[in-house]
């Protein structure tokens, strides 16, 4: 089906699933270099707790991260987010992958 493609090549922009993917993977990586005092770290890594309904879980954000990662051939984002340089090496590399 070439209808999205179709309305992209005029314009030469980027679909709106490759901005968001590249987008978080972006601020993934700014929020793991963050103190751990700072609120969006704290909500990034906070379990929140009780029980999930008994039908498939919801994915979560750090999970819609992982799976980007993990197409890019990073094992461990958070690892890798921690050093900005390498970190900035795969943004790069999802640009290119992505077509951003």
């Given at each position: 089906m070439g209808y999205n493609r179709e309305l992209e090549e005029p314009y030469n922009e980027p679909n709106t699933v490759t901005v968001i993917?590249?987008?978080?993977?972006?601020?993934?990586?700014?929020?793991?270099?963050?103190?751990?005092n700072e609120l969006p770290k704290k909500i990034l890594w906070t379990n929140r707790g009780g029980q999930r309904e008994r039908k498939r879980p919801n994915s979560r954000w750090t999970d819609e991260v992982q799976e980007d990662a993990r197409n890019l051939g990073c094992r461990n984002w958070r690892v890798d987010a921690e050093d900005r340089g390498r970190w900035r090496h795969l943004l790069e590399k999802a640009k290119a992958h992505l077509g951003v």
């Open positions: 993917k590249s987008s978080r993977l972006k601020w993934a990586g700014h929020v793991v270099r963050m103190h751990d």
